[in-house]
């Protein structure tokens, strides 16, 4: 499920040789949202760990320059395909040993004996896990040759591309098996959706009755029967990075999330289902307010409620032994049949929204599909559910997803008039209006749920724009940034097309090259969700469960604009990008090389170039000069990181005697896996994980993870008591120029503690999430390469500022909170009002010449905020800078 968990420790990752802290479920209930953000699990930081890392994000979208999807999946020609799959050793302490579901290792034997006994079964691997283990997608439908398998695809390629056809299309409407697709587990810990899918997979493989026939022939029927095996397999609800993969699917920092992403694309479901634990009583979507501006819903709602009645009504007549129901006058679970299970956008007001599309479903909605999140009803007792209760979940989870593709069966063709009218209105262009009362009344289908539509909270309007360009040149922030914003676009399958001469819009002149996203184009949806800065939305729900803001344009260090409306002509010529940008080169002959460093790639090359003992100088305007090197390490860097070297001017030559030659840092660092894998992001690879206890241990002996660092970076509390041998060893590396750079008041009680700092940090309300409007001052650390917008969850503000103690960036005075959620409490003091032109960044220098920086924004939140990377890593250069 997608609250918050209490942070327990569930049992150690042989497989990876680091401790995974996991999360049990003490409290999980949807109506107890807004205790502050979704803690990622903290990993130790071992070498095999910080090798996943790097891996992972050599893997992810914006790294290494190709066709901008290499995580698309190479659908199958014919039906079935039965390839031998890999049989995975079984894992010693398996957490499924816990209830006795079935064990990762137990799915490849099962799924080939299934194939074995069946035409009806194919699998694929669509990608492999963090630890290295396949992800599965199993197919169940009717033989198809490749002729037929080929027209399948063109008919889906048509519902999108070309939906005004597809509507008409008599062939298609009477011959195309429309998709269907069930997926479990991508929290590792809410194991019984995948024991569910086999049952069912089973079943359908196996059946005699017409009914299955009739269904197989019209409907192919798709299972990713465990989306986080590592997970599963030792028993916590994170992948192997230790990061949520169902709060992932904007970012794509985990393998896991970005095959789910990849496969929504090539699937293009009519429906997708999600499977997860769990709620005291059985929960299906669709969700309470507020919606997600983008989502085309009175497309959405009727068939998403009226599966969830239809589920209602099967699970209530089956009374599966021990299940729960809903009681509607306590709103508790009770064991007594009632005839309710719990519908959030009938049972939940507010806390259990489709807001984000970071989840699963609520990102495969932009794909087209109605979808549901499944909340099965036992709950953990201790680390997992009991076998008993396993059982019940399994039979619960089985019935629903039954009831789900009967639902489908039944109502097919008016579903698919649904999916092709949302991507209809896409390529059209339409304007997009949130429901009134009258437009509600007029929607077909079921009345139930229109009674419930409140038009103030539910669903604001959205003034789209024609386009979204991303300028090249001068009115740019980072080349870099805006390449890899581009490519995060390709890779969730929007279209993004290039100015093929320079063109004046809205009074702005675009250099040819420039990137149009035209929001005439079938997933227009998602294309605006991702680039729109979004709505305060405060005032809606007393509070969210998650982000509630997250553009891309805003965030990830790229210079994007919204241009016209809509309803305007096209913005000029533009021609289709198939292809990751890329402008790698580097001039022959000069003996001094130069490029800007101002987004995540930037750094990554002069992280590389550092770690091949390249001298590098950083100048103050964000210019760095790199001297002679082995010229095939320079193409090597300029190759894989994308960067246009050019020789370095002579005005620039003159300004190394004033400029810091850069070192190859080694960071220490006490944090999250937020910090782990955005420094390992950034390229810094030479890094030490440090603990206030390890300090303390090994203050006597020499050995507090310190001595070799250039740098701490402090992503959460590391407190040492006054006069300890840690404090003393601490305040001796400070004294001999140790700096510290961090986020949050942890960060600052750090620098405070060791005399960096002075001042006061204040930290706002911890379920108050988003966009924040910044000035960075001319003469601040940041302002090589300023930023305008930054993420925070929580924010945090500095005041009463010591001497010596300076404001680098400010949260705005007059407007300080762009769009998310953010309410104050009653007393008001920990709202965006009282951060209002407070010091949002500060700095401090000791004598030692020990330097500090202190974040109060998420400059590294689940790795999203790609510009707050860049802003860490330029404070970590200034701060072990001797210039």
């Given at each position: 499920m997608k609250l918050p968990r209490t942070v327990a420790v569930l049992g150690t990752l042989t497989l990876l040789a680091t401790t995974i802290v996991g999360t049990a479920a003490a409290d999980d209930r949807p109506d107890r949202p807004g205790r502050g953000p979704e803690r990622d699990t903290p990993a130790a930081g071992t070498a095999s760990f910080a090798e996943l890392a790097r891996t992972a994000q050599r893997s992810g979208p914006g790294h290494g320059h190709g066709d901008g999807t290499s995580g698309a999946i190479d659908m199958l020609r014919a039906y079935p395909s039965q390839p031998t799959l890999t049989v995975h050793p079984p894992a010693e302490d398996d957490a499924t040993d816990l209830n006795g579901t079935i064990s990762y290792a137990e799915i490849a034997p099962r799924l080939t004996a299934l194939m074995a006994a069946s035409d009806r079964v194919s699998t694929q691997v669509v990608g492999q896990s963090t630890a290295g283990r396949d992800l599965y997608l199993v197919t169940v439908t009717a033989p198809e040759s490749r002729q037929e398998t080929a027209q399948q695809t063109r008919w889906r390629e048509e519902i999108r591309t070309a939906p005004e056809r597809a509507a008409s299309d008599r062939r298609l409407a009477v011959g195309y098996k429309t998709p269907l697709w069930i997926t479990a587990n991508i929290h590792g810990n809410e194991w019984e959706g995948t024991d569910a899918a086999m049952q069912v997979i089973d079943d359908l493989a196996t059946s005699d009755d017409p009914a299955t026939t009739a269904l197989l022939?019209?409907?192919?029927?798709?299972?990713?029967?465990?989306?986080?095996?590592?997970?599963?397999?030792?028993?916590?609800?994170?992948?192997?990075?230790?990061?949520?993969?169902?709060?992932?699917?904007?970012?794509?920092?985990?393998?896991?999330?970005?095959?789910?992403?990849?496969?929504?694309?090539?699937?293009?479901?009519?429906?997708?289902?999600?499977?997860?634990?769990?709620?005291?009583?059985?929960?299906?979507?669709?969700?309470?307010?507020?919606?997600?501006?983008?989502?085309?819903?009175?497309?959405?709602?009727?068939?998403?409620?009226?599966?969830?009645?239809?589920?209602?009504?099967?699970?209530?007549?089956?009374?599966?032994?021990?299940?729960?129901?809903?009681?509607?006058?306590?709103?508790?679970?009770?064991?007594?049949?009632?005839?309710?299970?719990?519908?959030?956008?009938?049972?939940?007001?507010?806390?259990?929204?489709?807001?984000?599309?970071?989840?699963?479903?609520?990102?495969?909605?932009?794909?087209?599909?109605?979808?549901?999140?499944?909340?099965?009803?036992?709950?953990?007792?201790?680390?997992?559910?009991?076998?008993?209760?396993?059982?019940?979940?399994?039979?619960?989870?089985?019935?629903?997803?039954?009831?789900?593709?009967?639902?489908?069966?039944?109502?097919?063709?008016?579903?698919?008039?649904?999916?092709?009218?949302?991507?209809?209105?896409?390529?059209?262009?339409?304007?997009?209006?949130?429901?009134?009362?009258?437009?509600?009344?007029?929607?077909?289908?079921?009345?139930?749920?229109?009674?419930?539509?409140?038009?103030?909270?539910?669903?604001?309007?959205?003034?789209?724009?024609?386009?979204?360009?991303?300028?090249?040149?001068?009115?740019?922030?980072?080349?870099?940034?805006?390449?890899?914003?581009?490519?995060?676009?390709?890779?969730?399958?929007?279209?993004?097309?290039?100015?093929?001469?320079?063109?004046?819009?809205?009074?702005?002149?675009?250099?040819?090259?420039?990137?149009?996203?035209?929001?005439?184009?079938?997933?227009?949806?998602?294309?605006?969700?991702?680039?729109?800065?979004?709505?305060?939305?405060?005032?809606?729900?007393?509070?969210?469960?998650?982000?509630?803001?997250?553009?891309?344009s805003s965030l990830w260090g790229a210079t994007v604009d919204s241009v016209g409306s809509t309803t305007d002509r096209p913005v000029g010529k533009v021609v289709p990008l198939r292809r990751e940008p890329s402008d790698a080169q580097v001039p022959h002959g000069a003996r001094h090389l130069a490029f800007d460093v101002a987004g995540v790639e930037d750094y990554r090359a002069l992280n590389a170039l550092l770690e091949n003992d390249v001298p590098v100088w950083l100048l103050d305007d964000g210019r760095a000069v790199v001297g002679r090197a082995d010229g095939r390490t320079i193409r090597e860097v300029a190759r894989e990181h994308d960067v246009p070297f050019e020789a370095a001017t002579r005005q620039e030559l003159r300004r190394l005697d004033e400029a810091a030659e850069l070192d190859d840092l080694t960071v220490a660092y006490a944090g999250t896996p937020d910090d782990l894998l955005s420094l390992t992001e950034l390229g810094f690879d030479d890094l030490v994980r440090v603990t206030a206890a390890g300090i303390e241990a090994g203050a006597a002996t020499g050995t507090t993870g310190l001595e070799d660092a250039d740098v701490l970076w402090v992503g959460s509390s590391l407190t040492l008591p006054a006069g300890s041998a840690g404090r003393e060893a601490v305040q001796g590396w400070v004294d001999d120029g140790g700096s510290v750079v961090g986020r949050t008041a942890a960060a600052f009680a750090v620098a405070e503690t060791y005399g960096l700092v002075e001042g006061s940090a204040v930290t706002g309300n911890r379920s108050g999430n988003g966009i924040v409007d910044v000035d960075t001052a001319r003469s601040s650390v940041l302002s090589a390469h300023p930023q305008d917008q930054a993420f925070v969850y929580p924010a945090t503000w500095f005041t009463d500022l010591g001497e010596g103690t300076t404001a680098e960036q400010s949260y705005d005075a007059d407007r300080p909170f762009l769009a998310g959620h953010w309410a104050p409490s009653d007393a008001g003091s920990d709202g965006p009002g009282a951060a209002a032109g407070q010091a949002a960044v500060v700095s401090g220098e000791a004598e030692s010449g020990a330097r500090a920086v202190v974040f109060g924004t998420s400059v590294f939140f689940r790795t999203h905020p790609k510009g707050g990377l860049g802003q860490a890593a330029q404070a970590l250069f200034w701060a072990t800078s001797d210039a």
């Open positions: 022939e019209e409907h192919r029927l798709y299972f990713s029967l465990t989306l986080n095996p590592d997970g599963r397999t030792v028993g916590t609800r994170a992948t192997s990075l230790g990061l949520d993969a169902n709060r992932d699917m904007i970012t794509g920092t985990t393998p896991e999330s970005r095959s789910f992403v990849a496969t929504a694309q090539a699937l293009q479901p009519l429906y997708a289902a999600d499977f997860h634990g769990y709620t005291d009583v059985l929960q299906v979507e669709p969700c309470g307010p507020p919606h997600g501006e983008n989502y085309e819903y009175d497309l959405f709602i009727p068939h998403g409620y009226a599966i969830a009645r239809q589920v209602e009504d099967d699970v209530v007549a089956a009374e599966i032994p021990g299940n729960t129901y809903y009681d509607p006058g306590s709103g508790e679970a009770v064991d007594e049949n009632t005839g309710y299970i719990k519908i959030p956008y009938r049972d939940t007001p507010s806390g259990w929204d489709d807001y984000p599309p970071i989840f699963t479903a609520q990102y495969a909605a932009f794909h087209g599909a109605t979808t549901s999140t499944v909340e099965l009803p036992k709950r953990r007792t201790g680390p997992a559910t009991t076998p008993e209760d396993a059982v019940i979940n399994t039979a619960v989870a089985k019935q629903t997803m039954t009831s789900m593709i009967d639902y489908v069966a039944g109502h097919h063709d008016a579903m698919l008039a649904d999916q092709i009218e949302a991507f209809r209105r896409g390529v059209a262009g339409e304007p997009k209006d949130a429901l009134t009362v009258d437009d509600v009344a007029a929607v077909p289908g079921p009345d139930e749920w229109k009674q419930h539509w409140d038009v103030v909270d539910d669903q604001d309007p959205v003034d789209l724009p024609r386009a979204y360009v991303i300028p090249v040149g001068d009115g740019q922030r980072s080349a870099a940034d805006a390449e890899a914003l581009v490519d995060q676009l390709l890779f969730h399958g929007i279209e993004v097309g290039t100015l093929t001469r320079t063109t004046r819009l809205d009074g702005t002149i675009y250099p040819k090259g420039s990137f149009v996203v035209d929001l005439h184009q079938p997933l227009r949806g998602l294309a605006n969700a991702l680039l729109d800065l979004g709505t305060d939305i405060s005032a809606k729900v007393p509070s969210m469960y998650d982000i509630s803001a997250w553009s891309l």
